[in-house]
DNA sequence: CTGAAAGCGCTTACAG
DNA sequence: CTGAAAGCGCTTACAG
């Protein structure tokens, strides 16, 4: 057993320095109303005792537990894989650290043990707000979040309720819109997706996004070469392979993720396809895969850091000031490389 | 302005029931005292109030935060590009909350602050412990959680004082062993290898395994073919031009990263050598990257995923009894592709 | 500018 | 099996 050291408390100090307990406390919050005096001759005490403020025992007085729940996506086992997720994570605890609050994290298998998670941190008063690292098509746990009014911020966009809802996302439809009008600028006129979960905001937008610019382009938007699924590598294969049987064969592919896109180029390789000249393939995430494939795919960056920083900046507004309905639109950056580019 | 609505406490739930504070808090805890009818009457109570315990207010009368402090590390700026760490980071946040507790994540830009988080971590009480996701030779965190007898694991091998502090780690020594004997087996007789940051423990036993296999192959250990280095994409073309321009050639790497390697292969097919044929690769971690490069890698799956549930397994124990320097080898896996097997 | 007192929401000996 | 009381380490009106 180990010789249990006597935590040094306010109350020691106090007494050290011959002041009240208030006194310290004032010193501790930085009140103004101290005498210098009294100021400099409490900190001395404090340092000598070696004396630090327990954040438990503020959060219970100050009702701020100072920490933020942030919830992963339970959508995918491999979330984490993707680049995207662990950038965004980056991005949060870098900027709440600024802000002055604790990273509080957790990952889950379902949606109910999301909306568990999410219930215990609030009704246990462990956070003070709670980020959702993505959003499902009627998404029961940003239904929950609104109907207890508990402070929160999505990355990514709500499915309804936007203006009441504090998110911030990339514009997935313009990002979506100008990739495939680049793709149409190119000649190209017969082009497929493979979409992702339909079940994820970011699904939606994205395939409103492609139709949209269909459309301008006067080109048919055809139901029928959107694919839809979940993001994972065989996904990649299974659908590149489906395109590759198509009659003609596209001549693009928009994929909303590297490593989807990264197999899907791997199977159009084998088929003895050229990219870009047969089929140009367009991606998003901007991926290290992304640079490292041969040839380099051309990538749509959502910065997933910045998305991750601002979501601390609508929570903390959320917290502090009780602001809802914050919107941020953050810029994405197309990175247009050799899998589109035949010249 | 929102409505604060009231908070239900303990004492709510008393008075409803009928009974002291003491009983409902007893009730809580499951205290195996208290009678099945009086039991199920509070346990009525609170449904219908709707009450949930403060954890706040537990943790400061137990001095138990209920959180483990997970302290990523501040060596690279794109660590979380690894897939290393996410991984684990599953292991972790799935475990620990297996087991009762939550996670407070951190990351940090350089070792000074990494030690200035883990004494906010300490002092103000807001973690029960500590998780390392790294370790360096002559870390100081290592030291400060040492002195202080602050439960703690790391995630790999501790410089010294391995008989005192609880860790996990793969067999880094023997895995690197046996994957150069693999080479030697296959007929090379002259590998270089890329290791890393010489300031990382993992980067120092690697070596040692990898010169140890040399030497029992009867071949020569030379220091001018590692090159150690931080890792990152960069690092990959630099040492294999540095490789490509030995002459000999040599006819194997090993590298200690999947990313790094997958760099390193498309400069050596730049440089038309042939893999495996002119050059053999063999990397760790066994990433995506590492079955989609072409020629897929073989690699060594250090199970990150495991790597993280026992940290927390040994954090447990170490918060809950104790215990200290516990030590854990978690097997690892060599997956032998294309990028090593000639035939 | 400073202090005494009450209280945040719980737990835990102690007593019965 | 249950309750009254003290206390965890802080903050914050209130009073001066």
Redesign the pocket.
């Known amino acids: 057993m180990l010789i249990k050291k006597k935590?040094v408390?306010?109350?020691d100090v106090a007494k050290k320095a011959?002041?009240?307990?208030?006194?310290?406390?004032?010193v501790?919050?930085k009140?103004?109303?101290?005498?210098?005096?009294?100021?400099e001759k409490v900190l001395k005490c404090m340092e000598e005792l070696g004396?630090?403020?327990?954040a438990?025992?503020?959060s219970?007085?100050?009702?701020k537990a100072g920490t933020i729940g942030v919830i992963m996506p339970s959508t995918s086992k491999d979330a984490l894989l993707n680049p995207f997720f662990p950038e965004a994570l980056r991005g949060i605890t870098h900027r709440a650290s600024k802000s002055g609050y604790d990273i509080l994290l957790s990952t889950n298998d379902n949606k109910n043990e999301e909306l568990a998670v999410i219930k215990k941190y609030i009704n246990s008063s462990k956070v003070d707000g709670i980020i959702l690292m993505s959003s499902e098509v009627q998404d029961e746990c940003v239904e929950y979040l609104s109907s207890v009014d508990f402070p929160f911020a999505i990355i990514g966009s709500p499915d309804e309720g936007g203006d009441r809802i504090n998110h911030v996302d990339n514009d997935n439809y313009m990002a979506t819109y100008e990739l495939t009008r680049y793709l149409t600028m190119k000649g190209r006129k017969n082009i497929a997706m493979i979409a992702g979960d339909l079940s994820l905001m970011v699904t939606k937008k994205r395939i409103e996004g492609f139709k949209k610019a269909l459309e301008e382009s006067n080109l048919k938007f055809d139901q029928e070469k959107v694919y839809t699924g979940s993001f994972d590598e065989k996904t990649g294969y299974q659908y590149a392979s489906i395109i590759t049987d198509l009659k003609p064969i596209p001549d693009a592919v928009i994929i909303t993720d590297d490593l989807v896109a990264f197999a899907a180029v791997r199977l159009f390789k084998q088929l003895k396809l050229e990219i870009p000249k047969d089929i140009a393939v367009a991606s998003f995430n901007n991926s290290i895969l992304s640079r490292y494939s041969n040839p380099p795919l051309t990538s749509v960056d959502v910065n997933a850091l910045t998305l991750g920083e601002e979501a601390i900046n609508l929570i903390v507004r959320a917290i502090e000031k009780g602001e809802r309905g914050n919107k941020i639109i953050t810029p994405h950056i197309i990175y247009k490389r050799k899998s589109t580019e035949d010249d």
Chains 1, 2 share one sequence.
């Open positions: 935590t408390t306010l109350k011959g002041v009240s307990s208030s006194t310290v406390s004032r501790i919050s009140n103004p109303k101290i005498s210098p005096m009294t100021t004396y630090h403020p327990n438990i025992a503020r219970l007085v100050s009702r």
